[in-house]
């Protein structure tokens, strides 16, 4: 009997890659092969060291090695802790959030405006971190093992951050293989200023979200819409009424109504690129319910 007793309260015990908790990881990953630039008073580096900010939320280990990765990257003066209630809620439902701490256009790097400058070297610092985030999936010894599928790859921006992922998407040799992008007021006009060099975007990208406030005083909706314009692949466009350029991505409390709404359309995008087609249709109605202008 007490044999089938400890056998009974094994199979019940967690397994080794159950996370019974929400998780949060910080860690620095160095690139010596790019040199951050002098910008705004700060002095140039020789290496170019990327803070990382990881969320994931309770699961079994079957559902830890099924979760997808929103790989994000934050505009002019932003930071991963900005994103502490976009990227608690979304890790919560099922998607891990890493969001990257860019060394010359972050809060803290204190360039101010001039850090937009270092946007060039911004692409290849998301390539280098969701490389370092793949080695520490794989790593038995590393605290994100199997904590996520970092193939199941979805990338997102606010602002400068989406002007990043537009570069790396749509200009670069080898885009990323990524099954959806998502776009916050991308700052898309900065891109004008290297189009000499690069040439047009690529019309092609994977299937595209883009949201964006009306009264945002530093991108207008009609950036947005010459975005989604500008693609002749999937795309929905949602404007959403009276809202500025941070609030709607920005903040630590998830239950403020225009950061909820940009929520509930990221993880229903999420859905729908992974697999689950029609996924979003529902929350492009709530979005419109409430006086949203949705392009779908």
């Keep these: 009997m007490r044999s089938l007793i400890l056998l009974l ?18 860690r620095t990953v160095i690139d010596d092969t790019r040199i951050a630039p002098a910008l705004g008073g700060q002095p140039e580096e020789s290496f170019r060291s990327l803070d990382v900010i990881t969320w994931t939320g309770a699961a079994t280990g079957a559902e830890r090695l099924e ?17 502490e209630g976009f990227a608690t809620s979304l890790a919560d439902q099922g998607i891990a959030v890493a969001a990257v701490r860019f060394p010359r256009s972050s809060a803290g790097a204190g360039a101010g405006l001039a850090g937009a400058l270092d946007l060039p070297e911004q692409p290849a610092d998301l390539a280098f971190v969701l490389d370092a985030l793949r080695a520490a999936v794989d790593d038995r010894d590393d605290p994100l093992f199997r904590a996520f599928d970092a193939d199941r790859l979805i990338l997102g921006g606010h602002s400068l951050g ?11 040799d080898a885009p990323p293989e990524t099954l959806g992008t998502l776009l916050v007021a991308p700052f898309a006009p900065i891109l004008d200023t290297y189009a000499d060099e690069h040439g047009a975007l690529s019309p092609e990208a994977s299937p595209t979200l883009v949201v964006q406030g009306t009264e945002d005083p530093l ?39 225009q950061l909820a709404t ?15 087609p029609g996924a979003l249709d529902p929350a492009l109605d709530d ?7 949705v392009t779908r």
Excluded: Y
């Design 9 to 26: 309260l094994g199979a019940c015990a967690a397994t080794p890659l159950d996370q019974t908790a929400p998780a949060r990881d910080e």
């Design 162 to 172: 989406g002007a990043t992922v537009m570069w790396w998407t749509r200009w670069s």
């Design 262 to 276: 940009t929520i509930a359309l990221t993880r229903a995008f999420v859905r729908e690129v992974d697999g689950e």
């Design 219 to 257: 991108v207008a909706p009609f950036v947005s819409e010459a975005v989604v314009a500008s693609l002749t692949t999937p795309a929905w466009l949602v404007l959403l009424p009276g809202v500025d350029h941070a609030s709607l991505i920005e903040g630590a409390d998830p239950s403020l109504p």
């Design 67 to 83: 979760r997808p990765l929103l790989l994000f990257a934050h505009g002019i003066g932003g930071d991963p802790t900005k994103l």
């Design 287 to 293: 979005a419109e319910a409430d006086g949203a202008v």
